[in-house]
């Protein structure tokens, strides 16, 4: 029964699905019940399961965070939602000091099997606060698994499997891509499903790889197409897991294509880019035809909406450091 | 439960607090509040022993581990000296299937839940952070970030309630524990809302023992903790904290008003961190010698030793009795911690993910190998 919808619709069946399939899951965070979500990812999930599964709470993430702690110890799996990526912080001391460490701590007596739901990404037109990419806060935290999906069927099958995950996961969404639509199997198993922790060749090419998650996935395809008409014909590998990243499906890229660009929205400075341009130039030195490049957002806080366009990667700016890579 | 205390105890501070047990040792009978609420405990003369037994039993395994502590054995203690009143009483006031959820002081707590005491000190020799199962010991994994447990602690009482769990006098409760310097967290704030608004069947237990390493009470509130409750809509009881029985009575009322469905208690135990705030500390910087001077006489052994002697519960003979099974428990204790194995190195890897992950996987083959490159040779 493959289906065409939204990002944001395969989240929401793919929540349903897990508060259907295991009672001990349960949706929190503000305005998930009733309004479903600003986003509407939860939308109805309350009206069919109940206010004690879909948990309007207080407006205080570190209390949403640090319940859920307290719930996963009871055994429950939380689905905890930070409205937007810029309002995680008040969360962060309970997401790396204990979410990210009380299995260690307990010599793996305690499982904290929680999922954090972060939208993320600009591109919105949003004020301040609520386009940001804070992923490798969380990437560069050990006792955490991040991942981030770029399309409508990973969206529905990758939030089931991070809910069923027992690791503590953050989720981040790509906000602005929330409305892109795509072909859907809702019934499809998951045990037959792409791995969690494995990254994808979203787009085989020979020419050059080029490295995205999340948001920059479209735009590295689009730059790709762009490519093609000049004659460029380029990988596209979407990560989908920021930690840990699926290192070897890129390295066999790169051996292949010999040129390796990292998108993202987040600042390049000490950004995910900057690690896998470490681990390819170690792993991949006698391949390379040229430095691996970055295209990323500037080291500068997010900027007003009206030059954001300015600041996020997009397809000129890809096209750009590709025109670069093969100039080296 | 009430709000408000009564004002009994000579030796209360302004507002007064629930005491059961004078520091002269003098029996009170029972204690009512200005809510009406009455306060007693009812002990057989065997469980009044069995509480001295407690008490004398967690200072004296307090002072081992100080001990080892300065002969290096171990990192860092934080020493409940002073508060084993506080401790003991509520703990001894949990049910077997209460939570606790501790900060890195309550050992005496930790005892009265018929916990092995060794159990926390890998983590204060450096050995692991820990490691225990809090489900299974019914006492959550010591939290060292301070005010931290008390979400978990609202968290875990918010299941209780989802399961079921209350309701019934043979529910189940949740008791945080934290200290006065914990309240200014956000954090505890947050959880006082969470458990007002969830009506969360749990104690939150704060022990005042006046200082947050150096800082006093004052650079912590304006009011009396206990007030702070009435703010979060949920009762707010002080407590001579130095007194186990008033201790036990308000905690085991608090426990059983969680558990029969009836929301939240805040309880501040009134007492005195008669040490440092750890063996890293010198609060000789920052108090005078009077103000400990004056904590001396309102200790909570001598005074429930003075009152067992006086109603001839004990006599020198069981006196000396329990110093000496304390002595033995101690040193038995000093034996164990003294042979407690450094962990072997790769180890280190261990547990830093439920499904595992190819990244540690990785490094720890590198380590392994690393280190087998040296054989032979005579690095460590």
Known sequence: ?328 | MANGVSDVGADAPAGGFVQLLTPDGERIDSVTTADGVTYSVDFTDDEYRGLYRDLVTVRRLDAEATALQRQGELGIWASLLGQEAAQVGSGRALRPQDMAFPTYREHGVLYTRSIDPIMPFGLFRGVDQGGWDANEHRFNGYTIVIGSQTLHATGYAMGVTMDGKTGTPDGEAVIAYFGDGATSQGEVNEAFVWAGVFHAPMVFFCQNNQYAISEPLERQTRIPLYRRAAGFGFPGVRIDGNDVLASFAVTRAALDHARNGQGPTLIEAYTYRMGAHTSSDDPTRYRIASEVESWKVKDPISRFKAFLAKQQIGDDGFFAEVDESAKVLALDLRERVLAMPDPAPVSMFDHAYPNGSPEVDAQRRQFTDYHASFEGTDHR
């Open chain 1, 1 to 328: 029964m493959s289906e065409i919808i939204t990002l944001g619709k395969a989240l929401n069946h793919g929540l349903r699905r897990t508060l259907e399939q295991n009672a001990k899951v349960i949706i929190m965070g503000e305005d998930v019940g009733k309004l479903g979500g600003v986003f509407r990812i939860t939308d109805g999930l309350q009206k069919d399961f109940g206010d004690d599964r879909v948990i309007d709470t207080p407006l205080a993430e570190a209390g949403i965070i640090g319940t859920a702690v307290g719930l996963a110890i009871r055994g429950y799996r939380p689905v905890c939602e930070i409205q937007f990526d810029g309002f995680v912080y008040p969360a962060y001391n309970q997401i790396v000091a204990q979410v990210a460490k009380m299995f260690y701590r307990s010599k793996g007596h305690v499982r904290l099997p929680i999922v954090i739901r972060i939208p993320f990404g600009g591109g919105i037109g949003a004020v301040e606060h609520h386009s940001e990419s804070p992923e490798a806060y969380f990437a560069h935290t050990p006792g955490l698994k991040v991942v981030t999906c770029s399309n409508p069927a990973d969206a529905y099958s990758m939030i089931q499997q991070a809910v069923n995950s027992d690791d503590p996961i953050v989720f981040f969404e790509p906000k602005r891509r929330y409305w892109e639509k795509g072909e859907v199997d809702l019934a499809a198993d998951l045990a037959g499903a792409y791995p969690l922790h494995a990254s994808r060749i979203a787009r085989a090419g020979t020419d050059a790889t080029l490295l995205a998650y999340g948001p920059m996935v479209r735009t590295a395809l689009d730059a790709a197409a762009a490519a093609a008409e000049d004659g460029r014909n380029l990988e596209v590998i979407d990560l989908r897991s920021l930690s840990p990243v699926d290192y070897d499906t890129i390295y066999a890229s790169v051996r292949r294509t010999g040129r390796a660009i990292v998108v993202h929205e987040a600042p390049g400075n000490i950004g995910l880019g900057a690690e896998l341009a470490a681990r390819i130039s170690e792993q991949c030195f006698y391949y390379l035809q040229a430095p691996v490049l970055r295209v990323t957002g500037y080291d500068i806080p997010y900027p007003a909406a009206r030059v954001e366009e300015e600041y996020l990667p997009d397809l000129d700016r890809v096209l750009d450091a590709v025109d670069r890579s093969f100039g080296w």
